[in-house]
């Protein structure tokens, strides 16, 4: 749920000050899953089929196919769709460096450990538009054997979410670090936040003092602080990441946590405030009459700026957090997931009152019918949200809302234009399309077109 400005190698990318940086090294790629012509502008957007073990690639705008193919990341084959025992690889998050996709699978080497697995632009330069690249073309006798992949091994329980850190290179990658298949009250193994420099041995490791880590965002530009949700006991802990690269390739250090003081909530999905701080979603984990979800807002000190509820009839389910550049007071994005009232709203903050309030709503991707399910009988919710630099292009996850009951699922990737004059609060989605119908149709005889949990999605805005 990031968005990775880059270039492929040797390409200058332009920043949001205008000047142009190198990233990278090595040929200019201009073909491929990852590729993007000379002189041409790419927005490929990359999806997390979590449960189907795949990851999708989109041109979202720009030069390239609308589906540009897939990434087959079924090493311990789950024939059938199956996801028990040892048959899910659970790929989740999604990092771009300038040079390759970064993907961490959550259950290998085995169920309870999870790696890191690199795809160079390079390597995907040769397949063409629309090819699913087979896991025996990079992976074969429990090692990396072509197309340039490295897979390491984190040697930790379920590393789920992870972030570029601009200055250094490095990977920033949150550890939930207990077992999402037993009861919450189990939760109780406290997190990490590693920094590995990709391609190099070992990583550094850092204590957030939280338990259960689930999402992590960078509170500035520069990734200088980072902020993590943390499920297992609900808090947020924050990050001091400016050490990061140089000679002594530095540790993230711990500047602060922040309790939430309800038990037993969902406190997975934050995003940057704009201002050094952060907001953090909680919610009951189901639908409730009489618990309310609400927004918590602190300062880069863990000191709290206010917190907001989600008033309704019964509970608001939080999906997704994205903040939306602003001249005036912050602005984000929030994909609610309850019932009939599901869909993708705009909040607004109040920094002198501490306060966030629904200000808008994304009304044409109610009546595009996003939440609508070509197939099955399983409705949908927004999943994820990924903004590019410019705060305009949107990419959308609709999954089906119980994934117990959802067969192939059925699941679909939008994206659509946001247009508005000065403030977010009254922005419109222009036209939204359907990325994920230039994919092979869903079919429920082959578990390969599935889609049943696109859970993750990470933008990468390519100057060719």
Same mark, same amino acid.
Request: with cysteine; glycine share 12%; net charge negative.
């Given at each position: 749920?990031?968005?990775?400005?880059?270039?492929?190698?040797?390409?200058? &990318?332009?920043?949001?000050?205008?000047?142009?940086?190198?990233?990278?090294?090595?040929?200019?790629?201009?073909?491929?899953?990852?590729?993007?012509?000379?002189?041409?502008?790419?927005?490929?957007?990359? +999806?997390?089929?979590?449960?189907?073990?795949?990851?999708?690639?989109?041109?979202?705008?720009?030069?390239?196919?609308?589906?540009?193919?897939?990434?087959?990341?079924? *090493?311990? #084959?789950?024939?059938?769709?199956?996801?028990?025992?040892?048959? $899910?690889?659970?790929?989740?998050?999604?990092?771009?460096?300038?040079?390759?996709?970064?993907?961490?699978?959550?259950?290998?080497?085995?169920?309870?450990?999870?790696?890191?697995?690199?795809?160079?632009?390079?390597?995907?330069?040769?397949?063409?538009?629309?090819?699913?690249?087979?896991v025996g073309d990079w992976f074969s006798g429990g090692e990396a054997t072509g197309l340039g992949?490295?897979? /390491?091994?984190?040697?930790?329980?379920?590393?789920?979410?992870?972030?570029?850190?601009?200055?250094?290179?490095?990977?920033? *990658?949150?550890?939930?670090?207990?077992?999402?298949?037993?009861?919450?009250?189990?939760?109780?193994?406290?997190?990490?936040?590693?920094?590995?420099? #990709?391609?190099?041995?070992?990583?550094?490791?850092?204590?957030?003092?939280?338990?259960?880590?689930?999402? *992590?965002?960078? $509170?500035?530009?520069?990734?200088?602080?980072?902020?993590?949700?943390?499920?297992?006991?609900?808090?947020?802990?924050?990050?001091?990441? =400016?050490?990061?690269?140089?000679?002594?390739n530095g540790t993230p250090s711990p500047i602060c946590v922040a309790q939430i003081p309800f038990?037993?909530?969902?406190?997975?999905?934050?995003?940057?405030?704009?201002?050094?701080?952060?907001?953090?979603?909680?919610?009951?984990?189901?639908?409730?009459?009489?618990?309310?979800?609400?927004?918590w807002w602190y300062d880069g000190d863990c000191q709290l700026r206010g917190f907001s509820e989600?008033?309704?009839? &019964?509970?608001?389910?939080?999906?997704?957090?994205?903040? +939306?550049?602003?001249?005036?007071?912050?602005?984000?994005?929030?994909?609610?997931?309850?019932?009939?009232?599901?869909?993708?709203?705009?909040?607004?903050?109040? /920094?002198?009152?501490?306060?966030?309030?629904?200000?808008?709503?994304?009304?044409?991707?109610?009546?595009?019918? +996003?939440?609508?399910?070509?197939?099955?009988?399983?409705?949908?919710?927004?999943?994820?949200?990924?903004?590019?630099?410019?705060?305009?292009?949107?990419?959308?996850?609709?999954?089906?809302?119980?994934?117990?009951?959802?067969?192939?699922?059925?699941?679909?990737?939008?994206?659509?234009?946001?247009?508005?004059?000065?403030?977010?609060?009254?922005?419109?989605?222009?036209?939204?399309?359907?990325?994920?119908? =230039?994919?092979?149709?869903?079919?429920?005889?082959?578990?390969?077109?599935?889609?049943?949990?696109?859970?993750?999605?990470?933008?990468?805005? +390519?100057?060719?």
């Open positions: 749920m990031a968005v990775a400005t880059a270039c492929l190698p040797d390409n200058p &990318s332009v920043d949001a000050g205008g000047e142009t940086t190198e990233t990278g090294g090595g040929e200019l790629v201009q073909t491929g899953l990852l590729g993007c012509p000379a002189g041409e502008a790419c927005t490929i957007l990359a +999806v997390s089929q979590t449960l189907d073990d795949r990851v999708d690639l989109f041109t979202a705008a720009g030069a390239g196919p609308r589906y540009r193919g897939a990434l087959d990341l079924d *090493i311990a #084959p789950n024939l059938g769709g199956d996801i028990s025992g040892a048959s $899910l690889d659970e790929p989740y998050g999604l990092a771009w460096d300038g040079d390759a996709l970064h993907v961490l699978l959550g259950h290998h080497p085995s169920r309870e450990l999870g790696s890191l697995v690199s795809f160079p632009a390079t390597g995907l330069g040769n397949y063409e538009a629309g090819a699913l690249v087979p992949v490295r897979v /390491t091994s984190l040697a930790r329980t379920e590393p789920l979410s992870m972030l570029l850190h601009p200055a250094s290179g490095d990977l920033l *990658i949150s550890v939930f670090a207990n077992d999402l298949m037993v009861p919450d009250a189990m939760w109780t193994e406290p997190s990490e936040l590693l920094a590995l420099t #990709p391609g190099a041995a070992g990583v550094r490791v850092a204590d957030p003092g939280c338990a259960g880590a689930w999402g *992590i965002v960078a $509170l500035d530009a520069e990734a200088s602080a980072v902020a993590l949700a943390c499920d297992g006991d609900e808090r947020v802990a924050i990050l001091d990441t =400016s050490a990061l690269g140089g000679s002594a038990m037993n909530k969902r406190v997975r999905y934050l995003a940057a405030d704009g201002l050094g701080g952060v907001i953090v979603s909680e919610h009951p984990p189901i639908i409730s009459s009489s618990e309310d979800a609400r927004l989600l008033e309704a009839d &019964s509970s608001w389910i939080v999906r997704a957090l994205s903040l +939306v550049p602003s001249a005036g007071q912050p602005r984000w994005l929030l994909a609610r997931a309850d019932g009939d009232l599901r869909g993708v709203v705009v909040v607004a903050g109040d /920094t002198s009152a501490g306060t966030i309030t629904q200000c808008g709503r994304l009304t044409a991707l109610d009546d595009a019918g +996003v939440w609508t399910a070509a197939g099955g009988t399983e409705p949908l919710r927004p999943h994820a949200l990924a903004l590019d630099s410019e705060g305009v292009g949107l990419a959308i996850a609709a999954s089906p809302a119980n994934y117990a009951n959802a067969g192939p699922g059925y699941g679909s990737v939008w994206w659509t234009q946001l247009e508005y004059d000065e403030d977010p609060c009254d922005a419109i989605a222009v036209d939204p399309i359907e990325l994920s119908a =230039s994919a092979p149709a869903v079919d429920p005889q082959l578990p390969s077109t599935w889609s049943r949990a696109p859970d993750v999605l990470h933008l990468i805005e +390519v100057q060719g």
